[in-house]
C-alpha cells in the first residue's frame, strides 16, 4: 500500500505530469470558489441577521475569519511542503511552498485590515497590541522573510533550502496565534466555531462562514496551481519538455 502511494506521488510531482494534471483542476477549484463566495456572501450580507450586540458592523467577520484561518492554513501547508522538499528532495514541493507564501501573505494582510476595521468601532481603535493581532503580524513578516529569502539568494536550490527551514521553524507562531486568546487577557473576541457549548454562533450566521470558508480555501487552491505551473515552467525552462510544449503553442 505504502510502496502504491510513494510511486503515485512520485508520479504527480514529475513537473510535466504535475503541469498537465494542475491545469485541468484549476477551472474546477476556480468555478467552486465563485459560486461558493456568490452563495456566502448573499446569504452573510442579506440573509443573515444582525448581531444583538454589534449590529451590522459583524458582518465583515464573512472577509475576516476565513482570511485568518487561511492566513494559519496556508502557513502550515507551506511548512509541510518545505519539510518535504528539504527531506525527500522533491522539488514540487519547493515550488509549492514558494507558490504559496505569496498567497497566504495577502489572506494575513486582508485579516489584518478588516480586523482594524472591526476594531474600530467595536474596540474605539484601528490597532491594539493585542496578542492576537501581534501574532497575526508576527505571521505575515514571517511570509515576507520567507519570499525575500527567495529573491535574495541566486541559486534557487540554496534558496528553497533557506526559506524552507525559516517556515519550519516559523510554524511554532501557528499554534501561539490560535491559543492567544485562550493564553493571555486579550481584547480579541474568543472562539465561536468550534465552541460548542452557549453562546455560539447562530446557525443563519454560521452555514454562511463555513461557505465563506470552502470557497477561500478553493480560491487558494486554484490560485497555488496556477503560480505553481508558472514556477515549473520557469524552473524547467531549459527542459525539453517544456521546448516541446512551447513549440506547440
Known amino acids: 500500500m505504502f510502496s502504491k502511494i510513494w510511486k503515485w506521488i512520485q508520479t504527480f510531482s514529475s513537473p510535466k505530469y504535475f503541469y498537465g494534471t494542475a491545469g485541468k483542476l484549476i477551472p474546477w477549484f476556480a468555478a467552486g470558489a465563485l459560486a461558493l463566495t456568490v452563495w456566502g456572501l448573499y446569504l452573510g450580507l442579506f440573509v443573515a441577521p444582525p448581531d444583538y450586540q454589534q449590529g451590522e458592523s459583524y458582518r465583515i467577520i464573512y472577509v475576516h475569519v476565513p482570511a485568518a484561518w487561511m492566513s494559519l492554513f496556508i502557513y502550515v501547508a507551506m511548512a509541510v511542503s518545505a519539510s518535504v522538499g528539504l527531506i525527500w528532495q522533491i522539488r514540487l514541493a519547493d515550488v509549492i511552498a514558494s507558490a504559496s507564501a505569496p498567497i497566504g501573505a495577502a489572506f494575513a494582510f486582508i485579516a489584518l485590515v478588516t480586523g482594524s476595521l472591526w476594531g474600530k468601532p467595536m474596540w474605539g481603535a484601528y490597532w491594539v497590541w493585542d496578542a492576537r493581532l501581534t501574532s497575526e503580524l508576527i505571521?505575515?513578516?514571517?511570509?515576507?522573510?520567507?519570499?525575500?529569502?527567495?529573491?535574495?539568494?541566486e541559486d534557487q536550490r540554496t534558496a528553497d533550502k533557506a526559506?524552507?527551514?525559516?517556515?519550519?521553524?516559523?510554524?511554532?507562531?501557528?499554534?501561539?496565534?490560535?491559543?492567544?486568546?485562550?493564553?493571555?487577557?486579550?481584547?480579541?473576541?474568543?472562539?465561536?466555531?468550534?465552541?460548542f457549548d452557549k453562546p455560539s454562533i447562530d446557525t443563519s450566521m454560521l452555514i454562511p462562514l463555513l461557505l465563506m470558508a470552502l470557497a477561500f480555501k478553493l480560491f487558494y487552491a486554484a490560485l497555488v496551481l496556477v503560480r505553481a505551473r508558472n514556477e515549473v515552467l520557469y524552473r524547467d525552462r531549459n527542459r525539453r519538455w517544456v521546448?516541446?510544449?512551447?513549440?506547440?503553442?
Open 163 to 195: 526559506s524552507g527551514l525559516l517556515a519550519i521553524v516559523g510554524v511554532v507562531n501557528v499554534p501561539i496565534i490560535h491559543y492567544s486568546v485562550e493564553w493571555w487577557n486579550t481584547l480579541h473576541q474568543g472562539a465561536t466555531v468550534t465552541k
Open 139 to 153: 505571521l505575515l513578516f514571517l511570509y515576507f522573510g520567507y519570499m525575500a529569502l527567495q529573491s535574495a539568494i
Open 243 to 249: 521546448r516541446e510544449l512551447i513549440q506547440k503553442l
